[in-house]
């Protein structure tokens, strides 16, 4: 049975527009949250892996100048003590340094870095993150005449 001279309840509620505006906003804001906040933690760890992919690199140049593993372990431990400071989104009480010889004529400089407490973590159930146990190993030839 069609309304003739009313519209019928059903058809008013369909075709009233006046909070669509909201219900999408209320559907895409969500999502759209969850993409910003993906992307600000993802770019935060890209950067916090990146200096210390750096830090690792230039400790291992800094090895080269050591006579002896001692002399290359005391360099490196200086240089990433002093060096440390520039990258703001490295604690240095979380960073831990060390020289191991893998084999003879041979040097490996290893940083490792508990990313725990780093602003990206946040987001820890919301987003699939990697683990927050960062290594990085450069190897390096030892100096002198072979």
């Keep these: 049975m069609r309304c003739l001279r009313f519209p019928c309840p059903g058809q008013r509620?369909?075709?009233?527009?006046?909070?669509?505006s909201a219900v999408?906003?209320?559907?895409?804001?969500?999502?759209?949250?969850?993409?910003?906040?993906?992307?600000?933690?993802?770019?935060?760890?890209?950067?916090?892996?990146?200096?210390?992919?750096?830090?690792?690199?230039?400790?291992?140049r800094s090895a080269v100048a050591g006579i002896s593993t001692q002399e290359r372990a005391q360099i490196v431990e200086a240089h990433v003590r002093d060096t440390l400071p520039r990258y703001f989104l490295i604690e240095a009480e979380r960073t831990e340094v060390s020289v191991i010889v893998p084999r003879a004529g041979y040097s490996e400089i290893v940083?490792?870095?508990?990313?725990?407490?780093?602003?990206?973590?946040?987001?820890?159930?919301l987003l699939p993150l990697p683990s927050d146990q960062v290594i990085y190993r450069q190897v390096i030839r030892d100096g002198g005449l072979a």
């Design 24 to 60: 999408e906003f209320a559907l895409i804001a969500p999502l759209m949250i969850l993409l910003l906040a993906g992307t600000t933690a993802y770019g935060l760890l890209f950067s916090t892996h990146m200096s210390l992919q750096q830090l690792t690199a230039e400790a291992a």
């Design 13 to 20: 509620l369909w075709r009233d527009r006046r909070a669509v």
């Design 111 to 125: 940083v490792r870095y508990d990313a725990s407490a780093h602003p990206a973590y946040i987001f820890r159930g």
